[in-house]
T-cell receptor
Framework: GIQVEQSPPDLILQEGANSTLRCNFS?????LQWFHQNPWGQLINLFY???GTKQNGRLSATTVATERYSLLYISSSQTTDSGVYFC???????????FGQGTTLQVKP | NAGVTQTPKFQVLKTGQSMTLQCAQD?????MYWYRQDPGMGLRLIYY???????DKGEVPNGYNVSRLNKREFSLRLESAAPSQTSVYFC???????????FGPGTRLTVL
């Protein structure tokens, strides 16, 4: 089955800095999502982005399906951005999401 | 529109006890999923239901059973809980035509 790998595993930033998180996947996908898991454990949908580029405020994401990777950009980071960022992908038509191991982000004031 | 709801939020069981985790969605989605998340890891699929009346195993189904009661509800049952089932359980739903999956708030289960 499809495999999803994220990098880096951990990231520490000063408030105001920019960052790029990467997600590589091993096969073609028909769904790719980015999630933020906040310190209370809630999974928040950031982007549904099987291909192309999307932006939402300080966050944006790009998926290059032909090269099997996706990038999540965080600009002007804030302490509330802290938490774990997951990339998850599906192939086929069952909708079963395969998650990466996550990137743990800590933004220091 | 509550989205995906789960009950209970927290539960502590003794080894060998049974319990059912409840999940409901009000988005008229066809597909529903149960995942577990262990410390420091991503989510792994336990079972899923592509449509009302159907269920299939995911990556880690051993020790669990599921019931798709109707289009809205999908329950997960632990018949004889084991410490290895200590985890956070997430339910999710999907309208396949749209592709985006939505998650509930999770149930934190501890088995002593």
């Amino acid at each position: 089955g499809i495999q999803v790998e994220q990098s880096p595993p951990d990231l520490i930033l000063q408030e105001g800095a920019n960052s790029t998180l990467r997600c590589n996947f091993s096969d073609s996908v028909n769904n790719l999502q980015w999630f933020h898991q906040n310190p209370w454990g809630q999974l928040i949908n950031l982007f549904y982005i099987p291909s192309g580029t999307k932006q939402n405020g300080r966050l944006s994401a790009t998926t290059v399906a032909t090269e099997r990777y996706s990038l999540l950009y965080i600009s002007s980071s804030q302490t509330t951005d802290s938490g774990v960022y997951f990339c998850a992908a599906t192939s086929g038509n069952t909708g079963k999401l395969i998650f990466g191991q996550g990137t743990t982000l800590q933004v220091k004031p | 529109n509550a989205g995906v709801t789960q009950t209970p939020k927290f539960q502590v069981l003794k080894t060998g006890q049974s319990m059912t985790l409840q999940c409901a969605q009000d988005m008229n989605h066809n597909s529903m999923y149960w995942y577990r998340q262990d410390p420091g890891m991503g989510l792994r699929l336990i079972y899923y239901s592509a449509s009302e009346g159907t269920t299939d195993k995911g990556e880690v189904p051993n020790g669990y059973n599921v019931s798709r009661l109707n289009k809205r509800e999908f329950s997960l049952r632990l018949e004889s809980a084991a410490p290895s089932q200590t985890s956070v359980y997430f339910c999710a739903s999907l309208r396949v035509a749209e592709g985006e999956q939505f998650f509930g708030p999770g149930t934190r289960l501890t088995v002593l």
